[in-house]
């Protein structure tokens, strides 16, 4: 009965489009499929529900990316793009060490640093997932249309206390463990750099933490594009009809 509803409406449109030269037809099926309590669909013909599923599946896999290149050994320290480097405060006294052959200790101390942040990333996934369920169908809309980043931009928004929260505890026991602190003063306290003026009031924790989110985001923000951009990383047939008809 459902279906002949819907039939009639399209019948009666199609007549319409005759004798009135422009068809109204577009309108009669949006209030059909209303009728039918079928899903709106948007200009690219994708229904609310196929664009959250679509978008979502993108973002889980996009994001469990990104987890897994940064949170593992190196995922930080050998990816120049993400590497955390001294603080400014500490490079002009790093510069010098390294030209008077004390360079070890600074690459102790960024090694630690790194360290730090690649322990700290796993914690992102559970976090992004929480994300996800609070996506509406206006913000599915917004990332589909928006930027080559306009996902990345929306776990900004929603995630970054949350994950500097989870992160900054891990991050601390991390550079304890590894003795960051003990390289920090060794390099911020050396009498050979002694007329440099100590970073006072520096908070390691914070800048170890603040160049994790950094890393992580760019490295989402690279995940985003790729299944944005390239048909090869769209693996699943709903990634292929969300995202196919952009590029």
């Keep these: 009965m459902r279906k002949l509803v819907y039939a009639g409406l399209l019948t009666l449109g199609l007549a319409a489009s005759a004798c009135l030269g422009q068809s109204p037809l577009d309108e009669l099926k949006k209030k059909a499929e209303a009728a039918l309590g079928q899903p709106k669909s948007g200009a690219d013909g994708l229904s609310d529900d196929k664009v959250t599923l679509g978008l979502k599946e993108a973002l889980r896999i996009s994001t469990g990316k990104a987890v897994a290149s940064t949170g593992r050994p190196d995922g930080f320290l050998k990816n120049e793009a993400i590497k955390i480097l001294l603080p400014p405060k500490l490079q002009t006294a790093g ?17 630690g ?14 976090i992004f997932l929480s994300a996800l369920t609070r996506m509406t ?6 990332i589909l249309t928006g930027g080559d980043t306009a996902a990345t931009d929306y776990f900004k928004r929603q995630s970054t206390q949350d994950l ?24 911020a306290q050396n009498p050979t750099i002694s007329r ?10 914070a800048y170890v933490v603040g160049k994790t989110l950094d890393g992580l985001f760019y490295e989402l923000g690279l995940e985003e594009k790729r299944i944005r951009k390239d048909p090869a990383a769209q693996t699943t047939e709903l990634l292929r009809e969300v995202f196919g008809s952009k590029n």
């Design 95 to 111: 510069r010098t060490m390294r030209l008077i052959g004390m360079g070890a200790r600074v690459d102790e101390l960024e090694i």
């Design 113 to 126: 640093m790194n360290r730090a942040a690649e322990q700290a990333t796993p914690q992102a996934k559970q």
């Design 137 to 142: 169908f206006t913000d599915a809309r917004g």
């Design 164 to 187: 500097a929260t989870a992160f900054t505890p891990i991050v601390h026991q991390a550079m304890l463990r590894v003795g960051v602190v003990r390289q920090y003063n060794a390099v």
């Design 196 to 205: 440099f003026r100590s970073p006072q009031n520096l908070d390691l924790d």
